[in-house]
């Protein structure tokens, strides 16, 4: 794409000049030349890249995972820019754990892929990246982290161990299975044993009415 533009020595200004508006990303070719005493000088050949369009689409990645217990994370992002190319990347994070209040922390600082964050405290933050092309344009790709403490704790949800947690309301219903589980057990213990004992005690009955029946007899007999 292109323009082909020649324009006249203007009488009396030291310089000429043009504008044009709507023009479409890419790049672009003027070319000028002058003309004195009509005679035309060489053509000169301007390349101008225009580039209004933000740079692709991407979302960072954290290493080990965006739900740890490092409490440096490591933050890796990347995209593409079909026109004027990347220039450099920014980044900033926020902290949005609930129980605080919602903080940015700092300002967008210029970075490296991949970026390790700095010492973070247990909570949930929102990592915001910005990738600025050449021609100034950018793009935010975000990801949300969230850092556990070390071991089991109690938490407003539940027992929390790393990202799993066990809802009260589940801890209460296993607390009711093992303790219907017990009564049922020691009910049905309870039970076999008495069923053994009503058994010897009929075993007895039995033995001791036959013998009560041999003694009648030998009494009859004589």
């Known amino acids: 794409m292109g323009f082909n533009l020649s324009t006249k020595f203007i009488r009396g200004s030291s310089h000429t000049s043009v504008s044009y508006s709507e023009v479409g990303d890419g790049i672009w070719y003027f070319h000028v030349k002058a003309k004195k005493a009509e005679v035309w000088g060489g053509t000169s050949h301007y390349p101008v890249q225009i580039d209004s369009s933000p ?3 991407f979302t960072p990645t954290v290493e080990p995972s965006p739900e740890t217990i490092e409490k440096q994370p490591l933050v890796s992002f990347i995209t593409t820019d079909a026109l004027s190319g990347i220039d450099y990347y920014q980044l900033k994070y926020i902290d949005i754990t609930p129980e605080r209040k919602e903080e940015e922390v700092g300002f ?11 010492s973070l405290e247990i909570g949930k933050y929102l990592v915001v990246v910005r990738a600025y092309d050449v021609a100034g344009n950018f793009r935010e790709g975000t990801v949300k982290i969230q ?12 027992i929390q161990f790393r990202e799993w947690i066990l809802p009260w309301w589940a801890l ?5 299975i093992i303790l219907v589980s017990i ?7 309870h039970r076999t044993q008495f069923k053994r004992r009503k058994s010897k005690l009929g075993e007895i009955e039995k033995k001791f009415e036959n013998h009560r029946e041999k003694i009648l007899d030998g009494i009859k007999k004589q």
């Open 183 to 189: 009564c049922f057990y020691f009910w049905q213990r």
């Open 55 to 57: 740079p692709a689409a």
């Open 172 to 176: 209460i219903l296993i607390l009711l």
């Open 108 to 118: 967008f600082r210029e970075v490296t892929s991949p970026y390790k964050l700095p």
């Open 147 to 158: 850092i556990f403490p070390e071991g089991i704790f109690l938490t407003r949800r539940g």
